[in-house]
């Protein structure tokens, strides 16, 4: 019985020591400045960045996360014609809407569409983004459908009260890894008009 204790004890802690070093490790975020921080939201310039990009027919988070991640992360782990593995960035951008949605990981800024590696997989493309106005809620938390579109309901409320403009889809990040527990962070973003 002592022995089960123990290594009971043993795995909570690596459990706790994994947890906390996932919640504090440095992983290259996508660059923004915030514009403009109000008590609810945010609105934040993106300068442009490098994608590697998936689209598929699906028209929810759990499909699109799961189908989308598998193919993007098969890529930066050497799923391409030079065997490359490329770290990988935070936030995962999914666009998820009734037509076709996507999910893009941000490439490292060390690449652009000219210097990363074909990938093996033809679905994958690559785009380099425009210089981006957004306005930006957060969440903790696990998402899920429910969530995303209470959370985008919410910044909509939010961007009307205020007479903030948007326009297009709005967007999820997701910026932990799936067996991350502690410290999750999620956002919506929308595109805004902003001078």
Do not use: C
């Not at 961007?159 to 709005?170: H, P, Q, R, S, T």
């Amino acid at each position: 019985m002592k022995t089960i204790i123990i290594i009971t004890s043993i795995l909570v802690l690596l459990l706790i020591i994994s947890q906390i070093y996932l919640a504090m490790a440095s992983t290259e975020t996508q660059a923004f400045t915030v514009i403009k921080k109000e008590k609810d939201f945010e609105i934040r310039l993106y300068p442009p960045a490098t994608m590697a990009t998936v689209s598929m027919k699906v028209k929810n988070y759990k499909e699109m996360s799961s189908s989308g991640f598998r193919k993007l992360a098969s890529f930066i782990f050497g799923g391409n014609q030079e065997k490359k593995n490329i770290a990988m960035t935070t936030p995962v951008h999914l666009d998820i809407n009734d037509t076709s949605s996507s999910m893009s990981f941000v490439m490292p800024s060390i690449y652009n569409v000219s210097n990363l590696p074909i990938p093996n997989n033809s679905d994958i493309t690559f785009k380099t983004t425009n210089d981006e106005h957004v306005a930006a809620i957060q969440f903790g938390g696990y998402a899920d459908d429910k969530e995303i579109k209470a959370n985008a309901l919410k910044l909509k409320n939010l961007l009307k009260d205020n007479g903030i403009a948007y326009f297009g889809n709005f967007r999820f990040l997701g910026y932990n890894a799936p067996f991350q527990f502690l410290g999750r962070k999620n956002e919506i973003i929308v595109s805004v008009l902003w001078e």
